[in-house]
C-alpha cells in the first residue's frame, strides 16, 4: 500500500495558461475523489468517480474544469484558462468499500499547490 | 445544505495540557463523521469514523465521541508532536460520495 500520489506537487502558471494534474490512487480503490482546499479552509469537494464514471460533480466545478479516469486507475485534472482564484491546493482522494459493507474513509494524497500569477 | 463548524478556530495548549475539540454538524442524517490531521501543506491524514450517537473511538492520546449534533476530539496529555490542524467532515445519508468539511481547529502544543 503506497498510499495515493499526485503528481506535480507544486504548479506555478500564468493567468489564462492551462494546467493538468495527476492523481494515484491506492491500489484497488474503486473510487476517486478530488477537493480544492484554500489557506485556512477545509476541502471543498469538487467531484468523484466510481471506477471510470464520474458519478457526481459540484457547482465549484465551472466549465474550465474537466475530469477524467479513463481506465479506473489513474484521474487527471485540468483547468482551462487559469485564474487567479484558481490558486489553491488541489487534493485527491480514493477510497474502497469494506468487507462489512459501504465505508467512507477517504484517504488522500499530498496536494498539488497551485499558484495563478 | 449540509454545515460543520468546528471550534475553537486555533488553540494553544501546554504540553500534558488535555482539552477537547468540538465539530457541530446540521444534515439530514448522518451516514458518517471523520475526523482528520493535517500538517502543513500535506493532505489530510485518516484518523477516526463515528457512525452514530454514542460511539467512542481512541487512538493513541486521541478520542473522539459523537452525538446527534456534535463530535468532541479530546486530546489527552499532548505532546508537541500532535500539533496540526483537526478537520472534521460529514458524510451525509443523501446517497451522495462527497464528504463536507469543516475550517479546522489549529492546534498548537508547546513544550
Known amino acids: 500500500d503506497t498510499g495515493v500520489s499526485q503528481d506535480p506537487r507544486h504548479k506555478i502558471t500564468k493567468r489564462g495558461q492551462n494546467v493538468t494534474f495527476r492523481c494515484d490512487p491506492i491500489s484497488e480503490h474503486n473510487r476517486l475523489y478530488w477537493y480544492r482546499q484554500t489557506l485556512g479552509q477545509g476541502p471543498e469537494f469538487l467531484t468523484y468517480f466510481q471506477n471510470e464514471a464520474q458519478l457526481e460533480k459540484s457547482r465549484l466545478l465551472s466549465d474550465r474544469f474537466s475530469a477524467e479516469r479513463p481506465k479506473g486507475s489513474f484521474s487527471t485534472l485540468e483547468i482551462q484558462r487559469t485564474e487567479q482564484g484558481d490558486s489553491a491546493m488541489y487534493l485527491c482522494?480514493?477510497?474502497?468499500?469494506?468487507?462489512?459493507?459501504?465505508?467512507?474513509?477517504?484517504?488522500f494524497g499530498p496536494g498539488t499547490r497551485l499558484t495563478v500569477t | 445544505e449540509d454545515q460543520v463548524t468546528q471550534s475553537p478556530e486555533a488553540l494553544r495548549l501546554q504540553e500534558g495540557e488535555s482539552s477537547s475539540l468540538n465539530c457541530s454538524y446540521t444534515?439530514?442524517?448522518?451516514?458518517?463523521l471523520f475526523w482528520y490531521r493535517q500538517d502543513p501543506g500535506k493532505g489530510p491524514e485518516f484518523l477516526f469514523t463515528?457512525?452514530?450517537a454514542g460511539e467512542e473511538k481512541e487512538k493513541e492520546r486521541l478520542k473522539a465521541t459523537l452525538t446527534k449534533k456534535e463530535s468532541f476530539l479530546h486530546i489527552t496529555a499532548p505532546k508537541p508532536e500532535d500539533s496540526a490542524t483537526y478537520l472534521c467532515?460529514?458524510?451525509?445519508?443523501?446517497?451522495?460520495?462527497?464528504?463536507?468539511f469543516g475550517s479546522g481547529t489549529r492546534l498548537q502544543v508547546q513544550p
Open positions: 463515528l457512525y452514530s
Open positions: 482522494a480514493s477510497s474502497f468499500p469494506s468487507s462489512s459493507g459501504d465505508s467512507y474513509e477517504q484517504y
Open positions: 467532515a460529514v458524510h451525509p445519508d443523501t446517497g451522495r460520495r462527497a464528504l463536507t
Open positions: 444534515v439530514s442524517g448522518l451516514r458518517g
